[in-house]
């Protein structure tokens, strides 16, 4: 049974460009996947705390040498790292915030970059551990950053996203980016500027 791992950062819920195109993938792949699981995680909805020194201890701490204590600390780290170890694709929901992934993308990020888990090093090399696995990005910015543009220098999102998820092992990545959302702040209609974008996101599912 092939299963889905559906993430979500925005904090718009409903005005969300990232979430509703997110969304389309989802009901796509379900069409495609008559059979399949979605796992669904809203970051805004997960309260993940910020790395700490007691976390950077228990992490670096063997497992049959861990307190109690130790494991309580790494629970919400364990539920997530699972959650990438039981998908077999993932889709990931991600607006610009200040050029770069919001808050909650990079808490979450922390929490399943881990050494022995989703990376090691070996003969004194990197090497990722989340293999077998592909990815859809969907990202929704302000602004317009493509390659060519005047502000394509301010786009750490996917540069951010495709270094640390090929770090990861992740090099099955697709970038699909809704530019230009700003324009619904100002009369722009929320129908026409989401229909080529929504078509793009079902025609990758269908292809994918």
């Given at each position: 049974?092939?299963?889905?791992?559906?993430?979500?950062?925005?904090?718009?819920?409903g005005r969300s460009v990232s979430r509703e195109l997110t969304g389309a993938f989802v009901a796509q792949w379900k069409l495609t996947h008559p059979n399949g699981a979605v796992i669904e995680r809203d970051l805004n909805a997960s309260a993940i705390p910020p790395i700490n020194a007691e976390f950077v201890g228990a992490m670096y701490t063997p497992d049959e040498a861990r307190t109690p204590?130790?494991?309580?600390?790494?629970?919400?780290?364990?539920t997530l790292l699972a959650e990438l170890q039981?998908?077999?694709?993932?889709?990931?929901g991600v607006p610009m915030h200040n050029f770069g992934v919001p808050s909650v993308m990079k808490l979450w990020i922390d929490q399943?970059?881990?050494?022995?888990?989703?990376?090691?090093?070996?003969?004194?090399?990197?090497?990722?551990?989340?293999?077998g696995k592909k990815a859809?990005?969907?990202?929704?910015?302000g602004g317009m950053y493509d390659a060519q543009t005047q502000m394509a220098s301010f786009n750490f999102v996917e540069p951010y996203l495709r270094s640390?998820?090929?770090?990861?092992?992740?090099t099955d990545a697709t970038f699909i980016t809704a530019g230009g959302?700003?324009?619904?702040?100002?009369?722009?209609?929320r129908g026409a500027f989401l229909a080529p974008h929504i078509q793009a996101v079902q025609a990758h599912v269908q292809i994918a």
């Open positions: 049974m092939s299963t889905l791992l559906h993430i979500d950062s925005s904090p718009l819920y204590r130790q494991n309580e600390v790494l629970s919400l780290s364990d039981e998908a077999k694709e993932y889709v990931v399943i970059a881990r050494r022995g888990k989703t990376f090691a090093y070996v003969d004194g090399k990197p090497k990722g551990l989340i293999v859809t990005f969907i990202i929704a910015t640390v998820f090929g770090f990861l092992g992740l959302t700003m324009g619904l702040n100002s009369g722009l209609d």
